[in-house]
């Protein structure tokens, strides 16, 4: 905290419980709507609390409204299950655009100046290449998710914000949170942890890393004049709706200093200040840039673009010198958004933690270092993250909740069986040189 805390000695209290269930997911951005999703298709009863009144966090409510890493830059899909079912089923709502099949890896550079136009392609030299990335709206995805959430029977909590770990004789039992009719409880099995920020390790009195960095916000504007204004060099990307643009502001008139994006003092400082320099960016774009003068904003993100909060200190932390390396119990493979022909396999371990057999993470805040966390944290990964959490605290619920017993090749197996890709070609001359670190 930037200001001076005291403390206040609160007296013990009696929480009524709101609910009990199988498993209990905390956050409901991508990462938390795929293991609900996961979890409740395998039989689990499920809870999903989020503290807003929406799904999707940053990935709709953020305005990161772009798939990236869904491949491995040459051509090949390395992330599929949940994240392509959502693709497909966007694109026949009419909410997504992405290159067809035969573009995929494509350095023509007429193809890569269209996709670029898109947000689709990131990158230099090597890996200017066609990706299989989506652009999406994100009001598409806030739907489909609240559709899927329904379809698979998960109980649904908006407007819960999950504060404290219970624990009764030393095992975490439930979430106490915060709501409209007061301090409410849920009680679970297992819990896993969407947050983004691991608020729920933290409250566990779990190790993590804690990042500061540069809050960005995204935004929308319509009524451009598109091919004047592209023509003109205009830096925002296409959109799926016509004469949309998304303006991914931040590189040039960003915030000058970091943040510690678990800090309320900090964040709402940046929140003020944010909003402040879309605004006046805005204007300057609309004075200076040909096809932009009768532009009008059509939305800044609701929620600030925090890139990376606190990470979990799990029984693996993935470090860079293990991109392009397979592990026994991978459970997710992800490309990465500037690098052509670099992947991560993700372990299980790097998804628990050494404190609690039943609590487990999943999304942007899971146990990589800062540079893995640059791949990991893209909204496909954390969708991947998240189907993995839901199904072993499926399995997990045969072994007492203890996430550390489900058999490793059986929840690979249900991965595959539920679409993932985990068999993936790893080309050992790939591998970076540098040491990894297991356990903490
Ligand atoms: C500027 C920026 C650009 C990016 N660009 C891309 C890109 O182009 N492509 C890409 O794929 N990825 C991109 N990413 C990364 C990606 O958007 C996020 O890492 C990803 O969406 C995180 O998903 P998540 O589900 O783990 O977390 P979040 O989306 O943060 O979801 C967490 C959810 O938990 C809820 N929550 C939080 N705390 C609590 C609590 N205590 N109680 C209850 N609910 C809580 C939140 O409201 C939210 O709904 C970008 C990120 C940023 C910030």
């Known amino acids: 905290m930037t200001n001076p805390m005291t403390s206040v000695r609160e007296p013990a209290r009696d929480t009524p419980v709101l609910a009990e269930t199988d498993v209990l997911i905390v956050g409901g951005g991508s990462a938390g709507v795929a293991a609900a999703v996961a979890a409740a298709r395998v039989g689990a009863r499920v809870v999903l609390a989020e503290r807003y009144g929406s799904l999707g966090g940053l990935a709709t409510g953020g305005l990161i409204v772009l798939l990236l890493t869904l491949d491995d830059g040459l051509g090949r899909p390395v992330i599929a299950g949940l994240c392509e079912e959502i693709t497909q089923r966007m694109q026949r709502a009419g909410g997504a ?3 067809p099949h035969e573009h995929w890896g494509s350095d023509e550079g007429s193809l890569v100046d269209t996709y670029a136009r898109w947000g689709l392609i990131w990158g230099g030299g090597g890996s200017r290449r066609v990706r299989y990335s989506v652009a999406y709206d994100p009001e598409v995805m806030r739907a489909l998710f609240n559709e899927m959430v329904s379809e698979a029977g998960v109980e ?5 914000w999950g504060g404290d770990a219970l624990f009764s004789d030393g095992a975490l039992e439930g979430v106490a949170f915060q709501t409209k009719a007061g301090r409410r409880a849920v009680r679970a099995r297992v819990v896993i942890d969407t947050t983004g920020d691991g608020d729920i390790l933290a409250s566990a009195g779990v190790p993590q890393e804690t990042e ?13 004049e598109m091919s004047t204004a592209l023509e003109a060099g ?3 990307f296409r959109t799926p709706n016509p004469g949309q643009a998304l303006f991914p502001w931040g590189s040039a008139a960003r915030l000058d200093r970091k943040i510690d994006p678990t800090d309320p003092v900090e964040l709402s400082e940046a929140e003020v200040a944010c909003r402040r320099l879309v605004m006046q960016e805005f204007e300057r774009l609309r004075e200076q840039v040909p096809g932009m003068r009768d532009a009008h904003l059509c939305g800044i993100a609701t929620q600030l673009g925090i890139t990376e909060s606190r990470r979990l ?3 693996h932390v993935l470090t860079r010198a293990e991109m392009n390396r397979d592990f026994d119990d991978a459970i997710a493979i992800t490309g990465h958004w500037t690098r052509a022909g670099d992947v991560y396999a993700i372990p299980y371990r790097s998804l628990l933690c050494h404190e609690h057999p039943n609590l487990i993470a999943a999304g942007r805040h899971i146990s990589v270092d800062h540079r893995t966390h640059n791949a990991t944290k ?16 499926r399995l997990a619920l045969d072994c007492g909740g203890d996430l550390r017993k489900v058999e490793v090749t059986r929840l690979r197996d249900e991965l ?8 993936y070609p790893f080309d050992p001359s790939r591998s970076a040189r540098g040491s990894s670190r297991t356990g903490v």
Request: charged share 10%.
């Open 313 to 315: 200190l799990g029984l």
């Open 378 to 393: 893209e909204i496909p990964a954390c969708i991947a993250t998240g189907q993995a959490a839901g199904i072993a605290a």
């Open 156 to 160: 649904l909590l908006f407007h819960l």
């Open 416 to 423: 595959r069986r539920t679409g993932a890709l985990l068999d």
């Open 97 to 99: 655009y992405f290159p």
């Open 212 to 224: 500061r960095i540069h809050p960005w916000l995204w935004y929308r504007a319509g009524g451009i």
């Open 234 to 236: 205009g830096a925002f």
